[in-house]
């Protein structure tokens, strides 16, 4: 196992004053401008409407309706407003089935999968010219909620064009893969994988220069980080982390230093954000009016060029807000017009632009879905 990061000292906390300080920060919200909008489509009832789940530079968002028939087609949201929408060739047309788009890098390439009509899952990747490439992962099964899962994540497609993600073999074991800027695809699987049913490794996140980090379940379904530096894959657990089913370290996306963002899960079933710098230094943060209870706190989900995080919190009334937290560790928290304030609902945030513009979706008091785009100061 390669030792790439880590090597000159064990994992290790920031000191809890200099976290106290971070977390005690939380700035006026005044100046910033919320968008909310509904893609073409999509639908009103329980859990259908507009998933926003991913910006780019040029402030170009993209994402899937849900319709009011319960099927998928991805979008993009132009900045001056304007959709296109789009399916992916083979896409099913029955509930549950249909295209979903995850993310898209600088240049305006997608990429996601399309559940076909017996519900296998395929990768695809969609030129800015809106050529669509169907790929299937080596190994991948070729049955119900089997197949290849580009799926949940901003950071999933990185400049140059390769992509990452995983896929479930004919067993429902998880593997991880990367397919390279000539569509090449290279499996692989985190040391310690576990190989039963829902086990095994998930990439979530590859950098400008090809690394990945992620996360895998062991034989007892506890959760490990993974960081695949040019091939050799280094596993790591965070200080804190539970050690039960889908507890412990999850690996989330990169820091344009290389930093690995990502969320722990403790013996408590609370989350918690974490940066983990490549000496092995850990900075866990928590947003300030977070929950601490079961399921609560804290779910960082993306990280933009300079160091800025987004994502969401859940509170005490199992609510979710937005945040943002800053290259300081000051955390901004917000919410979005038209939001829900029951439980399960308000936004969720996943993806944030250079800019500091931050996009997501929320659930308002009926549990339809709704794209938004925060603005950052001064825009």
């Known amino acids: 196992m390669k030792t790439f990061y880590f090597a000159k000292r064990k994992l290790h906390v920031v000191p809890a004053a200099t976290i106290l300080v971070a977390l005690a920060v939380s700035t006026s919200i005044s100046a910033q401008t919320i968008t909310t909008f509904d893609a073409p489509g999509a639908g009103t009832g329980f859990r259908q409407g507009t998933y926003a789940l991913c910006i780019n530079p040029s402030g170009t968002i993209i994402g899937f309706v849900r319709g009011a028939n319960e099927v998928r087609h991805g979008f993009i949201r132009s900045q001056d407003g304007s959709f296109t929408i789009f399916d992916a060739p083979g896409a099913g047309t029955a509930a549950g089935q249909g295209t979903r788009a995850y993310s898209i890098n600088p240049s ?131 200080p804190g982390g539970g050690t039960g089913s889908f507890q412990g370290t999850y690996g989330g996306g990169f820091a344009p230093n290389g930093n690995i963002l990502g969320v722990l899960i403790d013996a408590a079933n609370v989350n918690h954000g974490f940066l983990l710098d490549k000496d092995g230094a850990v900075t866990m943060f928590d947003a300030p009016d977070a929950g601490t209870g079961l399921n609560q706190d804290t779910l960082p989900w993306g990280i933009n060029t300079n160091g800025a995080i987004t994502g969401w919190y859940v509170d005490a009334a199992n609510v979710n807000h937005g945040f943002v937290r800053d290259q300081q560790g000051a955390i901004v928290e917000f919410d979005v017009p038209g939001a829900g304030t029951g439980p399960g609902q308000g936004p969720n945030v996943y993806s944030i632009a250079p800019n500091g513009a931050v996009t997501g979706f929320y659930l308002d008091a009926n549990n339809a879905v709704h794209g938004f785009v925060r603005e950052a100061a001064g825009q």
């Not at 990429?111 to 800015?128: E, I, L, P, Q």
């Not at 996360?215 to 280094?234: C, E, M, P, Q, W």
């Open 108 to 238: 305006g390439t997608i990429t996601g999968f399309f559940s076909d009509s017996v519900n296998t899952a395929h990768g695809y990747v969609r030129s800015s010219q809106g050529v669509i490439t169907v790929f299937d992962a080596p190994g991948a099964g070729t049955g119900l909620g089997q197949g290849t899962f580009p799926l949940n994540s901003p950071q999933l497609i990185n400049p140059n064009g390769a992509i990452t993600g995983y896929y479930v073999d004919s067993a429902f074991v998880r593997h991880g893969f990367l397919r390279d800027t000539n569509g090449a695809i290279t499996t692989f699987d985190a040391p310690g994988a576990g190989t039963g049913v829902n086990q095994g490794t998930q990439s979530f996140a590859i950098s400008p220069g090809g690394d990945i980090t992620g996360f895998y379940f062991d034989g007892t379904n506890a959760v490990h980080g993974f960081l695949r530096d040019k091939g050799s894959i280094t596993t790591f657990d965070l």
